[in-house]
């Protein structure tokens, strides 16, 4: 059984930092792409970020230059460093795997950033 589990999203003002974490379980974590979606009230789910099992990364345009998102495969699990919040990052973030041809999701972090 896969599961997500996201943590590290909480209140902050502009121009702070967070940090989210997503463990995986029930996968052979390290042979998979994993990502961070966003989604914010009213609006479509949105990719922020994503990386592969050999370390490739790519970035939503909108937090390129202030995300960096990272793996550590020996604790099955990825990271979503954000630094320079803006009110506009302010969402729900999920973590996402494809295995399978099955889309997995977590529950999901809030990340509120106030102005």
């Known amino acids: 059984q896969v599961q997500l589990v996201e943590s590290g999203g909480g209140l902050v003002q502009a121009g702070e930092s967070l940090r989210l974490s997503c463990a995986a379980s029930?996968?052979?974590?390290?042979?998979?792409?994993m990502g961070w979606y966003r989604q914010a009230p009213g609006k479509q789910r949105e990719l922020v970020a994503r990386?592969?099992?050999?370390?490739?990364?790519n970035y939503a345009d909108s937090v390129k230059g202030r995300f960096t998102i990272s793996r550590d495969n020996a604790k099955n699990t990825v990271y979503l460093q954000m630094n320079s919040l803006e009110p506009e990052d302010t969402s729900l973030y999920y973590c996402?795997?494809?295995?399978?041809?099955?889309?997995?999701w977590g529950k999901g972090t809030l990340v509120t950033v106030s102005s």
């Open positions: 996402n795997t494809k295995a399978f041809t099955i889309d997995y």
């Open positions: 990386i592969g099992s050999d370390g490739s990364t």
């Open positions: 029930g996968i052979r974590f390290s042979i998979y792409a």
